[in-house]
């Protein structure tokens, strides 16, 4: 138990020194960006393909997926009910981006560090029952709502989904 709590202090340490160096300046946004491609395109991807070598597929492992998905559909699901009564362009981030798990950032190295990759090939299962909804399903439903004659500000929703597609590359 002292090792996960060590571990998990050491990732949440590095997190909060990443952030005081970004907000004071320390780190400039030239450096960020050069970071945050090499987490994206090269640390996390590692980390995958090395979790799934020796690999052995079971199918219980498709039952994580699904309660994922399942998780996402009753996020989604209350979000929509939770902004049901709210103006069509405040409804567009509650609805669209705040149901969804991130995985990848700290998850993936913390369940690498502490379960080895057993951990990581269920973490990935686990997104991607999750990434059906948050990587476009959503988007597809709410403008499916939209032109059945459930208003819910397309063009704000385009916007803010284009914007957040750009904060990500």
């Known amino acids: 138990m002292f090792d996960i709590l060590l571990s998990a202090s050491a990732y949440a340490l590095i997190i909060v020194v990443g952030a005081v160096c970004s907000h ?3 780190i400039k946004s030239e450096t960020k960006n050069v970071f945050s491609r090499l987490l994206f395109n090269i ?9 799934f070598v020796g690999f052995q597929f079971d199918a219980s492992l498709l039952l994580v997926s699904t ?8 996020g989604f699901g209350g979000a929509m009910l939770f902004t049901r009564r709210r103006k069509p362009e405040d409804r567009m981030i509650p609805t669209l981006m705040g ?23 269920i973490a990935c299962m686990f997104d991607f029952g999750n990434t059906i909804l948050v990587s476009g399903g959503a988007y597809a ?17 385009t916007y803010e989904v284009n914007l957040s597609a750009l904060r990500m590359e």
């Open 24 to 26: 004071t300046g320390f």
């Open 43 to 51: 640390t996390l991807p590692c980390t995958v393909v090395y979790s």
């Open 67 to 74: 309660v994922s998905f399942a998780a996402t559909v009753v």
């Open 99 to 121: 149901f969804g798990y991130n995985i990848g950032c700290f998850a993936l190295p913390f369940i690498s560090s502490v379960v080895g990759p057993t951990g990581v090939v």
């Open 141 to 157: 439903i709410v403008r499916t709502c939209r032109a059945k004659g459930v208003e819910l500000g397309t063009k704000t929703l």
